[in-house]
């Protein structure tokens, strides 16, 4: 297992990029901890494929190093990297059985039999595939193929870390629980070095220790699932997680209260002057519902969601969602809106403003 370092890293696919714009990951510098489970999270296309593939070698940065366990290997090929990955589309050998298919990656390195054997038992037992063993890999569905590759993904337990990229994009919904749960009991186990890609929300979120957020080539914020409720860093990790995402709104900031439509919001710190676009950010989580104090806006839907209620309303063109306990009643009158202060958080140009204590 190893420590993996990313120093000065940089990748575009165009031979002369010329500006930031032609990178499809742009500067990055980070520590993965080694043992540490982490979730690679963000839209399509936001350079996550990418990241995940100069770490594994298939593909070469321009610009930066990479480091195992402070040994630089940024010119080794896949193959010396002793890393584990899974892609999103099964990778397996069609003419052999799925046992030989799961055991592959230990006589490759030539293993002892008897080790061979119980170990292939066991991780077919951790994919639901113990009746399968002996068949062969061909004719099996999609579905089957890709809990093979995942198996021969976890099969060997001396990997340097283990790479998931969109992994149960092919599997079964009522599968994928099963599968990432299992996932994590190996990470218990092993505690191997992981980092798993995925644009889904609850799918980082309960995977995960650390949470790598990434935006159009950049990562955003890097945090527990509680730092990035709490303190969304960017504007992006507020709207992408929670559910729904944080309100975002245009906003005057001046000392410890925000200008919004010409309505006060105080808030629990103090800023100096803040230049370019500036909002607040506040969770639904943290708006409350009023008859009489706060911002004013029309109602314009309520959903039930079983465990609680989303109102979602219209402050002067932009909408404010608003959670609300299931039960508790929302009375004609109730148009006003006011949010927790020690929870919005003041963003300029999408990038959270630290304030002073106030
Ligand atoms: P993700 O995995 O987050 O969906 P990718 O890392 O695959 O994103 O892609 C990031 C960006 O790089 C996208 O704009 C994509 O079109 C571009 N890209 C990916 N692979 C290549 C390639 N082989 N050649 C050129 N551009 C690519
Ligand atoms: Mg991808």
């Not at 293993?111 to 595939?129: C, L, S």
């Not at 990470?187 to 070095?193: D, E, V």
């Not at 303190?231 to 995402?245: A, K, M």
């Not at 103090?270 to 029309?298: A, H, M, N, Q």
Request: charged content about 25%; hydrophobic content about 40%; aromatic content about 8%.
């Amino acid at each position: 297992m190893a420590k993996i370092t990313l120093d000065n890293l940089a990748h575009s696919y165009l031979p002369n990029p010329a500006s930031e714009d032609d990178f499809a990951l742009k500067e990055l510098n980070h520590d993965w901890v080694d043992g540490e489970a982490y979730a690679l999270l963000g839209s399509s296309g936001c350079g996550k494929s990418t990241l995940l593939n100069i770490i594994s070698g298939l593909l070469h940065p321009s610009q930066g190093r990479i480091l195992f366990n402070d040994v630089d290997v940024t010119h080794a090929p896949t193959a010396e990297r002793n890393i584990a990955q899974v892609f999103q589309f099964p990778v397996v050998y069609d003419t052999m059985t799925v046992r030989q298919n799961l055991a592959f990656p230990l006589q490759n390195r030539g293993a002892d039999a008897g080790y061979v054997a119980a170990r292939v038992q066991e991780i077919a037992r951790m994919i639901g595939m113990e009746e399968t063993l002996d068949r062969k890999a061909r004719g099996l569905t999609a579905d089957a193929k890709q809990k093979i590759s995942l198996g021969r993904g976890m099969v060997r337990e001396d990997v340097n870390a283990l790479l998931f990229d969109e992994p149960l994009t092919v599997i079964d919904p009522h599968m994928k629980w099963e599968l990432r749960t299992q996932l994590k009991s190996l990470h218990h186990q092993f505690g191997h070095t992981m980092i798993y890609v995925t644009h889904d929300q609850t799918e980082a979120l309960t995977f995960a220790d650390k949470v790598v957020v990434m935006f159009d080539g950049r990562v955003v914020q890097i945090g527990t699932p509680q730092e990035l409720f709490e303190r969304p860093e960017h504007t992006f990790v507020g709207y992408f997680i929670g559910s729904p995402g944080m309100n975002v709104i245009p906003a005057q900031v001046e000392g410890n209260r925000a200008i919004v439509s010409g309505s006060q919001v105080p808030l629990a710190q103090t800023y100096g002057k803040l230049d370019g676009k500036v909002e607040i950010g506040v969770r639904p989580e943290f708006v409350r519902l009023s008859e009489d104090e706060g911002l004013p806006v029309k109602i314009r839907r309520i959903e039930d969601v079983g465990r609680h209620k989303i109102v979602r309303a219209d402050f002067y063109g932009s909408e404010i969602n608003i959670i609300v306990e299931e039960g508790a009643q929302i009375g004609p009158d109730m148009n006003r809106v006011n949010f927790d202060p020690a929870h919005v958080n003041v963003y300029a140009n999408d990038w959270r403003v630290q304030g002073e204590a106030a």
